[in-house]
């Protein structure tokens, strides 16, 4: 199936595309804020550089678009065109978000994953329970958690 979009418009679409600060991201910093918790942005000592650091929780929190992730949800589906350079451009993320996983486990950070899925989309949880469920982990012991929408099909 062809592009809907002529190249010009797929491209100002793309480019168009944030890496911070987007909705989701901020969502739920101010969420957390607002319950008191206090963070760092995107600290680039870290690798992956966290989208939120909380150094008191000794925690990471990680807020990942399901595309470009390559999360398995519904939010996500393979493009028709240029499969082959999509699926490399993917799949490099995945495998750099692995790296860097392993990276600030062995440095000893609890890490938390929030998938845009959560937010959005027919399997989105309701936004007051998530911002609670993220600040429950964060008062736990608990190393990894991942908060990712319902699976509706």
Known sequence: ????????????????????????????????????????LHDRKLPGRPDLVLPKYQAVVFVNGCYWHG????????????????????????????????????????????????LKGRGKLPREDLIDNIATWLSSDRKEASFRGEDTV
């Not at 809907?4 to 797929?10: D, G, L, Y």
């Not at 065109?81 to 995945?94: A, L, Q, S």
Request: some cysteine.
């Open 71 to 118: 999360h398995d949800c519904p939010l996500f589906k393979w493009p028709k065109t240029r499969e082959e350079f999509w699926r490399e451009k993917i799949g490099g993320n995945v495998e750099r978000d692995q790296r860097n996983l392993a990276a600030l486990k062995a440095a000893g950070w609890r890490i938390a994953c929030v998938w845009e899925c959560a």
């Open 1 to 40: 199936m062809a592009d809907v979009h002529n190249p010009e418009a797929r491209s100002r679409n793309m480019a168009a595309i944030r890496g911070t600060n987007s909705k989701p991201e901020l969502l739920i910093r101010h969420g957390l804020h607002a319950r008191g918790f206090r963070y760092r």
